[in-house]
């Protein structure tokens, strides 16, 4: 059973990078057909797929943070990395990462991190 | 601005049923399957429903999903006070090339 643990640091400073890390067990990421997401939950607010990286390597950004977002894999490790660059406080948020994956028709997150809780201070 | 539309809130009382909407707003994913999510107070969201209408293992029947054109419906039946909620429609967006998710709906069991 795959499980996913989000790592990285619970304060920001603004106009600085953040970092989060995925650590993947019980699932390579380099096979397999799947897509490893990072979903973000602004207080209040609801779920939004900011990125993924396939299986293959192939990247997916939101439209939004195309510019400050890269999502990467580790060569030798079962992580998948995020870095969002000069953040601001709309970027304060709880970070997931998921899985994603066909079942039969649809598309589904099926396995989902805890979350991390993202704050971005002044 | 997502492909998904629901309401912001329903409630209802415990045993009864309740019913959450999610319409969709491009004909991008008419030809597509919806998935529910429930998404508990400090935990990870779970997926309920896949395929508009069946349940992974573990979920019990009375979740149910179905789909009519564009919009698809996530009924609950015996409402517990343990199924106080957000709960996400999803989606493939073909036009993104990504999953979106509805807007998601509070549920309040009164």
């Known amino acids: 059973q795959v499980r996913l643990q989000e790592s990285g640091p619970g304060l920001v400073k603004a106009s600085q990078t953040l970092s989060l890390t995925c650590t993947v067990s019980?699932?390579?990421?380099?096979?397999?057909?799947?897509?490893w997401n990072w979903i973000r939950q602004h207080p209040g607010k609801g779920l939004e797929v900011i990125g993924y990286i396939y299986y293959t390597g192939d990247t997916y950004y939101s439209p939004s943070l195309k510019s400050r977002l890269t999502i990467s894999t580790g060569t030798s490790s079962n992580k998948i990395s995020l870095t969002l660059t000069s953040v601001t406080a709309a970027d304060t948020a709880v970070y997931y990462c998921a899985r994603g994956g066909w079942i039969s028709g649809t598309y589904v997150f099926d396995s989902w991190g805890q979350g991390t809780l993202v704050t971005v201070s002044s | 601005q997502s492909v998904l539309t629901q309401p912001p809130s329903v409630s209802a009382a415990p045993g009864q049923k309740v019913t959450i909407s999610c319409s969709g707003t491009s004909s991008n994913i008419d030809n597509n399957y919806f998935s529910w999510y429930q998404h508990l107070p400090g935990a990870a969201p779970k997926l309920l429903i896949y395929d508009n209408n069946k349940r992974p293992s573990g979920i019990p029947d009375r979740f149910s999903g179905s789909k009519s054109g564009s919009s698809a419906t996530l009924g609950i039946t015996g409402l517990q006070t343990g199924d106080e909620a957000d709960y996400y429609c999803?989606?493939?967006?073909?036009?993104?090339?990504?999953?979106?998710f509805g807007g998601g709906t509070k549920l309040t069991v009164l």
């Open positions: 999803g989606i493939w967006d073909p036009s993104l090339s990504s999953g979106v």
């Open positions: 019980g699932d390579p990421i380099s096979y397999g057909g799947y897509y």
